[in-house]
């Protein structure tokens, strides 16, 4: 068996209801003071005022910056910061929501312990100092962001996605609560599975992948794609999400322990010139990439789906989400034309993903990709 680096160093608390635990888990980890990132949707709808509730039982002060945004740029770390050093000293960081407020959560970590601007820990383990204790929560079924040390934080100016990874950063204790994601609408539950969907597939290929990234992967693959549709049927019942909600979980822990491939090199360019939703866009590439990397990885997607063409398969959940199936279906449609392909062909080239894709790619590959799905 080939040799690898494992570290499997979280506190997985799972289970209906467990954000009633928040308290006492913020208290055992130290922290009484303590900074809470999540955005306006959250707060609307009744979860940020359980968590603030199990808080307040345990006598600990939260200060929130609730305002984090899709994508979520420097300036929303900034402004969490900015409540945090207001409020000073904070202890302990809680992200609670999709992928972008726990991403903030750790872009808050890294300027609060280690100064500078987010620019400065774009790359791996350029935090010098130690960083705080941080507890992550995710209410949607997709990012995996709980169980990697990666925040990706744009730049305002360019959108360029800037990846800021150390070990320090990941969270140290994660609730995966299925309740929180009862108010996930149907067509964004569909948009965040189908990423995770996407997470367990190319880290399973992916050319840094080892046999425990593998094994969660694959576990991962299993739950997502037999509750996929009934997760989105039965929004009410937790079961499935539930098991989507570890699903997505064990897919994030795979990209922790190899990388992604072309189908996310792809969808970066689409997000940050488009703003087409990262899950639409992953989900738009990732049965032409399948198709691409045949030829080199086929036994190890059939591996990973025995019963069929694994393209064919992502395509029929891509169908029950009501995703888009072209480029030139989605609503900027009128803003994309076939002459902007080449300048997206370019940037994909640049991706940090795309060098640890099964099958190597040049722009003329990644052009066709484009045109394939365009």
Known sequence: METFDCELKQQIIYGDNT????????????????????????????????????????????????????????????????????????????????????????????????????????????????????????????????????????????????????????????????????????????????????????????????????????????LLNTNFEACLAEAQSSAARSKML??????????ENSMLGAAHACANPLTARYDVIHGVAVALMLPHVIRFNSAIAGDAYHELYPDGDLADRITKLKQVGNLPNRLRDYPVQYTIGTADLPTLAKEAATQWTAQFNPRPLNISDFMKLYEQVY
């Not at 006598?59 to 409020?87: C, F, G, H, L």
């Not at 709980?146 to 994660?174: N, W, Y």
């Not at 599975?193 to 992916?206: C, K, M, Q, R, T």
């Not at 570890?246 to 990209?255: K, Q, S, V």
Request: proline share 5%.
């Open 246 to 255: 570890f699903g997505a979980y064990l897919a994030g822990l795979a990209i």
């Open 19 to 222: 954000i009633e635990r928040l308290g006492e888990l913020t208290r055992s980890l130290g922290g009484s003071r303590i900074l809470l990132t999540t955005d306006p949707g959250i707060e609307k709808v009744g979860i940020l005022a359980r968590a603030l509730s199990a808080l307040q039982s345990e006598r600990i002060a939260a200060y929130v910056y609730a305002d984090v945004t899709s994508n979520p740029t420097t300036e929303d770390v900034e402004a969490a910061v900015e409540v945090a050093e207001t409020n000073a000293p904070i202890d302990l960081i809680i992200g609670l929501g999709g992928g972008s407020s726990m991403d903030c959560a750790k872009g808050a970590n890294f300027l609060l312990t280690n100064g500078g601007k987010m620019a400065d820990y774009w790359g791996t383990n350029k935090a010098a100092e130690p960083m705080l204790p941080s507890i992550g929560i995710p209410t949607t079924i997709g990012t995996g962001s709980e169980a990697q040390s990666f925040a990706l934080i744009s730049q305002p100016e360019t959108h360029i996605k800037m990846a800021c990874g150390d070990k320090k950063a990941r969270f140290g204790t994660v609730i995966l609560d299925a309740t929180l994601t009862k108010t996930l609408p149907t067509p964004i539950a569909a948009i965040t599975a189908i990423d995770a969907i996407a997470h367990a597939v190319e880290s399973f290929v992916s050319t840094r992948h080892n046999p425990m990234s593998r094994m969660f992967a694959r576990h991962a693959w299993e």
